[in-house]
Nanobody, 124 residues
Framework: VQLQAYGGGLVQAGGFLRLSCAAS????????MGWYRQAPGKQRDLVAD???????NYADSVKGRFTISRDNANNTVYLQMNSLKPEDTAVYYC???????????????????WGQGTQVTVSS
């Protein structure tokens, strides 16, 4: 099982970016999915997460500007980031709570998986 993130880049303040993260491999089910970010010299913090049923949760700093969504059929989570600010500059990581599918097709163990990170840079 792996997560692959896409969509980072350089954008001016006030601009927008859309991040995508697709899970692939032997997947039985995916529970919560989310995005974290880590700025240089700082800890990794939650940006937003979303349950399999679509309930969402956001960090206060991004409420009203970022929107998390998911496509369950394609095991993909998105982060639409609008009105970007220089303080949004960070490496963004996707994460997912995934239950694997065993070789016999049954439910296996569940654990958190992380993507490789994608850089978002917002210039002032």
């Amino acid at each position: 099982v792996q997560l692959q993130a896409y969509g980072g880049g350089l954008v001016q303040a006030g601009g927008f970016l859309r991040l995508s993260c697709a899970a692939s491999g032997s997947i039985f089910s995916i529970n919560a999915m989310g995005w974290y970010r880590q700025a240089p010299g700082k800890q990794r913090d939650l940006v937003a997460d979303i349950t399999s049923g679509g309930s969402t949760n956001y960090a206060d700093s991004v409420k009203g500007r970022f929107t998390i969504s998911r496509d369950n059929a394609n095991n993909t989570v998105y982060l639409q980031m609008n009105s970007l600010k220089p303080e949004d500059t960070a490496v963004y990581y996707c994460t997912a709570d995934i239950t694997i599918r065993t070789p016999w097709g049954s439910r296996g163990y569940a654990r958190d998986y992380w993507g490789q990170g994608t850089q978002v840079t917002v210039s002032s």
